[in-house]
Nanobody, 128 residues
């Protein structure tokens, strides 16, 4: 049974850093994309980053480029989202999701309907 778990959320002050993890289990295929999304209160879910498993190619959305970095440890089936210079507008529930490898492209990475499985989400709150 495929499962995604996202430890690592919490409360952080503006300007601070946080690292989220997406731990995957139950995979039966070797090629896939892991994407990170977030949903702020009252707003639609926003795609922010993705990484393709086989070649490690990445996409970062404009709202997080230069501040967030996605990476993976394939041996641990874990994808990380390193977030720095966090701001109050980064507050929300952060989700990871898995889709087919071709999804990790700038034209498609943020399309919710292209991802097949989702984690339960983790809360990130940026506040002083």
């Amino acid at each position: 049974q495929l499962q995604l778990v996202e430890p690592g959320g919490g409360l952080v002050q503006p300007g601070g850093s946080l690292r989220l993890s997406c731990v995957a289990s139950g995979f039966t295929f070797d090629t896939y994309t892991i994407g990170w999304f977030r949903q702020a209160p009252g707003k639609e879910r926003e795609g922010i980053s993705c990484i393709a498993r086989t070649d490690g190619s990445t996409v970062h959305g404009d709202s997080v480029k230069g501040r967030f970095t996605i990476s993976s440890d394939n041996a641990r089936n874990t994808v990380y989202l390193q977030m720095s210079n966090l701001q109050p507008e980064d507050t929300g529930v952060y989700y990871c999701a898995v889709g087919q490898e071709w999804v990790c492209h700038r034209s498609s990475y943020d399309h919710n309907d292209l991802y097949d499985y989702w984690g339960q989400g983790t809360q990130v709150t940026v506040s002083s």
